[in-house]
């Protein structure tokens, strides 16, 4: 059984700062590829960014390059996402997902190749 627990979100003015946590568990293997994405009401999901399993190849969206930074501790199992000078079109539900395939070349931007899902955490941006 695989399971992934977000935490980390909540309510933060424009201009401020959030991190985000993942955990990750697995019976049956532990190396993966994690990523980040979030949705918007309304919207389709969206990638944010994502992070190899040694952390070399790390992707990012447009729209958060420069503000959002993702790191990874194999040694506790977690994903991290640090998000800087915030906006409120960051407001969204912020999904974190592992897939089984790693590769420290090719990281998917792509939801569908993400195997692995967490239940989400609201982050909301105030103007």
Known sequence: ???LVESGGGLVQAGGSLRLSCVFSARTF?????GWFRQAPGKEREFVAAISWRGSNTPYADSVKGRFTISRDNA??????Q??????EDTAVYYCAATRVYSETYVSTTAAEYEYWGQGTQVTVSS
């Open 1 to 3: 059984q695989v399971q």
């Open 30 to 34: 532990s190396s993966n590829t994690m």
């Open 76 to 81: 506790k199992n977690t994903a991290y996402l």
């Open 83 to 88: 998000m800087n000078s915030l906006k409120p």
